[in-house]
């Protein structure tokens, strides 16, 4: 009588295990501690689709999230405080972009796509590792606030005399040395160089058509290297120096102080 019990199922191979879209796309699995991101995600997805803002900061991030690139009206866009290393040259895709902040990140340089985003008009990048800008930044027409403060610029960005509209430019925290002979061509109301390597600065800054307010603080300046002409002729009206090679009594005795102080004392009853 042959054997007929019945042979035993074979035992079911595991079933691979997939993580969600949005997960894998994201990186956010491998943040700790942080198990609802991918959920997290997806709410301010659907928000900013429908408000046209999306916010994303403190996550850990190293890529820009693929996910938002379907967001084609975008207004604004904060991947502020993340680790994101390089910005993806789809960021041309976002051609409604009025104000993008990815301060506190890793970013080491900017593609040329950047030049792409012709409604620009708040770029902050500060905090970042950025020594250089694409050539195509010049082409930023609608640039009005741009933050560069705490990155590794070692000479000031040519490219910023060629911006139109722009309003108010920081580069303090950086390496910068000198600054070039172009900055008559300067279209900045307000420029914070401040805590960089600046020995002097160029007489055609005297030039600078709408320069009112200069701050050049904890430089390594020395009174010869304030030309007269910029406390003469320009029009800055507030002159921030101090923490250089030069004490306020000093400064406050070089030629042509008093035509500053002229300018700086009418700004002043101004504002009242």
């Known amino acids: ?3 007929n019990l019945p042979q035993a199922d074979p035992k079911p191979k595991p079933q691979p295990t997939t993580k969600p879209a949005s997960v ?3 990186g956010l699995s491998k943040v700790r501690g ?3 991101k991918a959920q997290s995600l997806s709410l301010h997805l659907k928000q900013a689709s429908t408000i046209g803002v999306f916010t ?3 996550y850990k991030l190293c890529n820009f999230p693929v996910e938002i690139f379907q967001l084609k009206n975008l207004r604004t866009l904060d991947l502020s405080r993340n680790c994101i290393v390089q910005v993806p040259p789809e960021i041309a895709a976002f051609q409604s972009l009025r104000a993008l902040t990815l301060h506190t990140n890793q970013i080491e340089q900017l593609p040329d796509d950047i030049g792409l985003c012709k409604r ?3 770029l902050n990048l500060s905090n970042n590792r950025l020594a250089t800008l694409p050539e195509t930044f010049l082409s930023l027409k609608s640039l009005k606030s741009l933050e560069l403060s705490n990155n590794l610029f070692p000479s ?3 490219s910023l005399t060629f911006l139109p509209n722009i309003a108010i430019i920081d580069l303090s925290y950086n390496n910068i040395s000198e600054l070039p002979v172009c900055m008559a061509d300067l279209n900045a109301h307000e420029l914070n160089i401040s805590t960089n390597s600046i020995t002097s600065l160029p007489i055609e800054m005297a030039n600078c058509p709408y320069l009112k307010v200069l701050k050049v603080e904890n430089n390594r300046l020395k009174l010869e290297g304030i030309p007269t002409e910029i406390l003469t002729v320009s029009k800055i009206s507030l002159l921030k120096v101090e923490g ?3 004490s306020q009594t000093e400064f406050q005795t070089k030629k042509g102080y008093d035509k500053f102080e002229e300018r700086y004392s ?3 009853s101004k504002s009242y």
């Open 34 to 36: 942080t198990p609802n």
């Open 266 to 268: 009418a700004s002043k």
């Open 1 to 3: 009588m042959g054997n």
């Open 120 to 122: 620009l008009e708040i």
């Open 156 to 158: 000031f960005p040519i």
């Open 244 to 246: 250089n090679l030069f």
């Open 56 to 58: 994303f900061k403190d």
């Open 24 to 26: 894998q796309s994201t």
